[in-house]
C-alpha cells in the first residue's frame, strides 16, 4: 500500500504543469492532443459550483456549464467530452469542476466517461464541495476530524500550498464571521488517509487545526489516484465570501495548470471628490445638512462648512507615498476662487500647496462649480423634481452651461499651472446622465458638449449604474460610493449619521431602513463616541475588501471633507491596506489605475465577453504551443506560464502577477491569430494518448447541500450607500 506523500518540487511552471503519466503508457507514434481553452463546470445550482463559475465569469474564463436539474441537458460522454481534429485527438475541456467527487451516483456511465477522459488527456478535476472521507484520500470526520461551522477559525496555507498553486497567499485564511447569531460557513477537516490505495496521494494545501487536539484537518487538497488528480474541497462557500475570493484563483490555475483564457487582478483605486471646494457639514441636532433641499436653514456659526488646509494637502501626499496608493483629486475651482474672495482676494494656501505636490496626485476635472447638470431641478418640493415648461417638457440645463462648467474648470487648473487630460470627467453629483427616480433619461444636451470638450470618459454612480455603457463620445466609469458621508469631517458626526439613517424610528431614527430593500437597520443605534472605529470601519473596510478580491476594477471614492479635519478616510483605506498586505503575498501586490486606464480594462473586458458569447473565439494547446484566435483587433485576454512568448515577434506575453504572466495581447496587424510558445517543461507529460479504459469507478457520492441552519449569503449588515453628492 501507498503511502500519503507531499509534493517536494516548486511551483515553477514545469511543476505547476506537471501530471502522472496515464496508465498504459504514451507511444512515440501519437500525435500530441489538441486541449480546448475551455472548461466543463456540472452544476448542482449549488452555492460552491456558482461560486466558481463567477470566478470564471470575472476572469473571462470560457466554459461549458451542465445543469444537472434540467432534464433536457446533454449526457456526459465520450462524443461530448472528446473527438478528432485534422487527424490530432481533441480533449474539448481542459479542466472538470464537479459538485463533489462523483455527483452521478455509483456506477454512472458519465462518471466513467469523466473519468477515462481525465486519464486519457490529463485533464484534472476540482471537487466543489465534498464530504471528506476515503473516497477523497481523508478520514472520515465523525472518526478524528470535524464537521461544523468554520465562522471565524482560521485555516493556513500549507507549505506544500505556498509552493503550489496558493503561492500569491502569505498564509493565514479566514473565515468570516460577520453576524454570531448565523452560521455563515459549513465544513469537514479531517486528516489524510495514513494508508492510501495503491500509487494514491493525498496533498493538502490549506489546513485549519482540528478542535480538540493538536491535528490539522485539510481544507484543500490534491487526491492523486488511479491516474487522476482531483482537487477536493471540504467547505461550503458562495461567490462573496472572503474565503472564497482567496482561495479562488489557486483552485482555477490548479485546474488549468495555469494555462487558460483571461486574467484577473486586484485592484484599488480612490477618487477625492470636490477638492478646493468647502463641503456642507451634517447638523446633529436637525439631523439634515443645511444647504440640501430637504434642510432650511443656514449652518450654524459653530458648524462651518468643512474644508482641507495646506496641513491636510501635505499629510495627503505623505500618505499616498507611504501607503503606495496614488490618489485622484477631482476638483472644483471655484472652491479656490471662493476662499480667496472670503479671505483677502489673493491667496489660497491649499492651493499653493497641491499646485506644488500637483505630480503627487492624478487630477481630474469636477467640474468648475459643481453645478447640477441634468435637468433643471424643482427644489420647492421634497424630494425635488425636473422642472418642466408649460406644455409639461423637462427642462433642461442647456449646453451652454454644461460647456461652461467643463472648459471653465480646465482653463482656471491652466491658469494654476496644473497638469491634467482633459479627457476625463466627474460631474457633480453623476449628474448629466440619468438619475432615478427623477430624471430617466440623460440629459440630451451632455453628449453634445462632451464631444465639444473632448471628454472620453465620464464617471457614473455604481449604485445607480454598474454597467460600462456609451454617452456620445463617451465610455463610463462606474465608481464605488464609499459610505464616509460628504459632510463629516469628524467621527462622532460620521456615527450621528449613520445611526440617523440605518436606525429604526423607534430607536431615534429616521426610519427609511424599515422599509428598504436594498439595507438593513441596525439593531440598536451605535455609540457615537466609538461606533465609527468599533463597527463603520471594519464594516466599510470589509465591502472595500469585497470588491479589490472580486477583480473589479472599478475605483472607490469619497470626498475631500473625509481628507480634512480628523481625516476620517484614511482610517478606512488603511484597515483596507492592512488587511491585504497581512493576507497576499508581494507576488500579487494590488494595482492602481487612473481613470482612463480603468474605463480601458472594463471596455476591453466587455469586448472580449461579447465575442466569447457570439463563440467568436477558438483556443487551444498542442504541446508547447497556445493558438487563441479571434476577431481582428479584438484583445485578448490570457493567463500563461512565465516565459511565455509571442511566436510573432518573440515579446515575453503579458505581465507578471500573482506567480503567472498575464494580461492584454493582440493579434499582429491584419490577423485573427496569435501563437505563442510555452517555456520549456512547461507542458503537462501526460501528452501522448493511451488505449486504456477508465479506472475503478467512483462509489455514490451524495450532493451535499448547504446544512441547515447555514446562510448562504453575506450579512454585512447596512449596505453600500447611494453617492451623497
Sequence with gaps: MGRSTRLAAAWTAAALLAVAVPAGGAHAADPAPRIDLRVLVVDDGGPATEAIRAELDGAGTPYTAVNLTDGGRP??????????????????????????????????????????????????QVDAYTYAGPRVGLNSPQDTGYSGPLDGRTAQVTADGATGPFGYLKKNVPFEDNDPSVNESYGYLAAPLAQQEQGATYTSYLDAPIPGGTARGSLIGQYTHDGRSELVVTFIANQYQS???????????????????????????????????????????????????????NPAPDSPPIRMTAADAQYAKQWAQSHNLPLDLAYNGVGSEEFKAEHGGTYDPLLDQLRTDQKSFRWINHTYTHAFLGCVQNTTVVPWKCATDLLGNVRWVSRTAINGEIGNNLNWAARQGLTLDKDELVTGEHSGLKTLPQQN???????????????????SDNSRERQQRQVGPALTVPRYPMNVYYNVGKATEQTDEYNWLYTKKADGGSGICENSTTTTCLKAPLDVKTGFSSYIVPLEARIAMGHVLANDPRPHFMHQSNLAEERIGYTVLEKVLSDYSGLYADNTPLVNLRMRDIGTEMSKRAAWAAALSAGKVTAYRIGSTVTVSAPAGTQLSATLPGGTVRNDTQAAFGDAYAGLRSGWAAPAAGQDRLDLTLPAGATPAARALTSATAGAQHPAAKALPVPEGVTARVPYGPGDAAARR
Design 75 to 124: 449526457r456526459i460522454d465520450e462524443a461530448f467530452l472528446s473527438d478528432t481534429v485534422d487527424g490530432r485527438p481533441r480533449a474539448r475541456f481542459q479542466g472538470v469542476v464537479l459538485p463533489n467527487e462523483n455527483p452521478f451516483g455509483a456506477g454512472s456511465p458519465e462518471m466513467a466517461a469523466l473519468a477515462s477522459f481525465e486519464k486519457r488527456f490529463g485533464i484534472r
Design 243 to 297: 474565503q472564497f475570493r482567496l482561495v479562488s484563483r489557486g483552485i482555477v490555475e490548479w485546474l488549468t495548470q495555469g494555462i487558460h483564457l483571461g486574467a484577473s487582478r486586484n485592484y484599488l483605486g480612490v477618487h477625492v471628490d470636490d477638492v478646493f471646494a468647502s463641503d456642507d457639514r451634517w447638523d446633529v441636532k436637525r439631523k439634515c445638512t443645511p444647504g440640501d433641499v430637504d434642510c432650511p436653514g
Design 441 to 459: 433619461k440623460d440629459n440630451p444636451e451632455l453628449a453634445p458638449a462632451l464631444t465639444q470638450n473632448g471628454v472620453g470618459w465620464v464617471a
